[in-house]
């Protein structure tokens, strides 16, 4: 029977709410999940449809820039840049993917490239790099987000 009392005692003690737990705010909570959040990276990376077929993450992003490093030297080589300008091969393209799947490339120039013409390559660049397959964008926590990466691509294939 005491151990009775002494059980139903230690029940009344534990039931009451002497020992409530402070509950963390919303905003508290929200501040501690964006904090958690890895924002340099995305959970998926953009992908053509035929590099949706593959199963895993790395494959796929490597299925896409492989895809679109050879879809732009395609569209490069149709063009006279490298008989323009023989002394550049390779021109690093900043490609950015909106969340909407529209696609903008830039060209990237060092800072003393004054060799080149700059408007021109860029116009001529804008001209061809158009009419691309259709990409699916990044994706973080499963909303379409806007990526960038800088893609080096070979113009003078020997």
Request: overall charge negative; charged content about 25%; some cysteine.
């Amino acid at each position: 029977m005491r151990y009775y009392y002494f059980f139903l005692l230690f029940t009344i003690f534990n039931s009451c709410q002497y020992f409530e737990k402070q509950v963390p705010s919303e905003k508290e909570l929200l501040q501690k999940e964006l904090k958690s959040i890895n924002w340099k990276e995305v959970d998926e990376y953009p992908s053509f449809v035929d590099c949706d077929k593959l199963d895993e993450k790395i494959q796929r992003q490597q299925c896409f820039f492989d895809s679109l490093t050879q879809l732009i030297q395609e569209k490069l080589q149709l063009d006279t840049l490298s008989a323009l300008y023989p002394e550049l091969d390779t021109i690093e393209v900043k490609v950015t993917v909106f969340p909407n799947s529209k696609m903008q490339f830039e060209p990237q120039f060092p800072k003393d490239s004054v060799a080149y013409d700059t408007i021109k390559i860029d116009s001529i660049l804008h001209a061809r790099l158009i009419n691309f397959p259709k990409v699916n964008p990044a994706l973080k926590q499963g909303i379409p987000v806007k990526t960038q990466f800088i893609l080096p691509v070979i113009i003078k294939v020997e």
